[in-house]
């Protein structure tokens, strides 16, 4: 099976703009969630989607909102970007009822300038 | 607050040494950990998820164990292919999400 696929692998924007970034999870997976992880650190926890329904918000401001479509494929919406905002943008899906971990895709490296 | 912190930060061994790393926690309650290898540039790659006290996991030469406030992976006579940086997580039983909370991570390098 295809792993999660994420797009672009690169991407750079500069102060103001408004950034989407795509996801498709591992096919009969329905849950996605979105993480930040900015050099140094760990992945942080922005968003958690099941079904097309928010099911968990991370401590990101409102500029950060996500959506799941019917296919369970995810985008990742920035607005007004932020030089903070630079970093590697990882979407990981979950099979449910097939035990509680996640599998990530490889990445959307955003750079803000 | 539900916390993960990791040591060390970085661990340098010749290849064949084996060594542990620490993951200690602090959560009113687990729903799982997990442990992941992350090459640079990469995704996290799945390696474990430990769910209650006194669990092990292993796979070749790594090694996951769990106790009520700690876990630890352990590898043993490692090569220069393991390096990375490796990730430990938990979801908190607590909330309906699925989050991964995420410590620093260590960074280990096995020299040749």
């Known amino acids: 099976d295809a792993g999660v696929t994420q797009s672009p692998t690169h991407l750079i924007k500069t102060r103001g703009q408004h950034v989407t970034l795509r996801c498709s999870p591992i096919?009969?997976?329905?849950?996605v969630s979105w993480y930040q992880q900015v050099l140094g650190q760990g992945p942080q926890f922005i968003f958690q989607?099941?079904?097309?329904?928010?099911?968990g918000r991370g401590n990101f401001p409102d500029r950060f909102s996500a959506r799941q479509f019917p296919n369970y494929s995810s985008e990742l919406n920035v607005n007004a970007l932020l030089l903070g905002d630079s970093a590697l943008y990882l979407c990981?899906?979950?099979?449910?009822?097939?035990?509680?971990?996640?599998?990530f895709g490889p990445g959307t490296r955003l750079t803000v300038l | 607050e539900d916390q993960v912190t990791q040591s060390p930060e970085a661990l340098r061994l010749q290849e064949g040494e084996s060594s542990s790393l620490n993951c200690s926690y602090t959560?009113?309650?687990?729903?799982?950990l997990f442990w992941y290898r992350q090459d640079p540039g990469k995704g996290p790659e799945f390696l474990f998820t430990?769910?209650?006290a006194g669990e092990e996991k292993e796979k070749e030469r790594l090694k996951a164990t769990l106790t009520k406030k700690e876990s630890f992976l352990h590898i043993t006579a490692p090569k220069p292919e393991d390096s990375a940086t490796y990730l430990c997580a938990l979801t908190p039983s607590q909330g309906g999400s699925e989050k991964l909370v995420f410590g620093k991570g260590t960074k280990l390098t096995v020299n040749p």
């Open positions: 959560v009113s309650g687990l729903r799982g």
């Open positions: 096919s009969g997976h329905k849950s």
């Open positions: 989607y099941y079904e097309k329904e928010e099911r």
């Open positions: 990981a899906s979950r099979r449910l009822f097939s035990g509680n971990e996640q599998f």
């Open positions: 430990l769910y209650s």
